[in-house]
């Protein structure tokens, strides 16, 4: 797909989103893959970079209004999730997975329904760090499965980073990746903005 001057891009979703954006400035895109989608297309082409650290798909639900909606995207991207297994294990806080992916659904249909956009739902993603790490996995595999679930079922394009950048890490090590294993190096967000415009056929 190309896109053109009609277009504005909105990423959404949590730290790995974020990258450091300066929240004062509308136009900024932090330092991630947001930035790097940009600079992969026209000049022409709006992107916004909505996302906030620590968020977790409550957070994302209560500032949908404001923060998606009120832009009229043409595309909405998110990236959540991988909060909302991590305050599992650090805080002891739940967010059961039916629930999660309830609230994703409602978030896409909003988009798609109120503002037409095409829908782009980026996987999230976890490169263990460390061996208590790997206890995630019994969260985050069934919060994956509901993140495509959510997807299919909104007709948004699942961008498959879990897999890129498992991909990747065979190559490269997963420190090379996400040192703290779920937090990308540039490499690691260039992986998933690759993956990115592959998966809207943005590339070539």
Avoid at 102 to 117: H, N, P, S, V, Y
Avoid at 163 to 173: F, K, P, S, V, Y
Wanted: proline share 7%.
């Amino acid at each position: 797909m190309r896109f053109t001057r009609e277009d504005r891009l909105l990423f959404v979703g949590d730290s790995v989103t974020d990258c450091g954006r300066d929240r004062e400035d509308p136009a900024s895109l932090g330092d991630g893959y947001v930035r790097l989608v940009a600079d992969s297309l026209p000049p022409s082409v709006t992107v916004l970079n909505k996302g906030i650290n620590g968020h977790r798909v409550r957070d994302l639900e209560a500032r949908w209004t404001d923060d998606v909606l009120a832009h009229g995207p043409t595309a909405v991207t998110v990236l959540i999730g991988i909060n909302d297994t991590w305050r599992r294990y650090d805080q002891g806080l739940p967010s059961p997975v039916p629930d999660f992916e309830a609230t994703l659904g409602r978030l896409l249909a909003d988009a798609g329904e109120k503002c037409g956009a095409r829908l782009f739902v980026m996987v999230p993603f976890l490169l263990p760090a460390d061996p208590g790490q790997e206890a995630w996995f019994e969260d985050l595999g069934p919060r994956t499965e509901a993140v495509l679930r959510a997807a299919d079922a909104h007709g948004a394009t699942p961008v498959r980073t879990d897999l890129a950048l498992r991909r990747a890490a065979r190559e490269h090590g997963a420190a090379a990746l996400a040192p703290d294993g779920v937090h990308p190096s540039p490499l690691g967000h260039r992986v998933l903005a690759e993956t990115w415009l592959t998966a809207a056929g943005a590339t070539g």
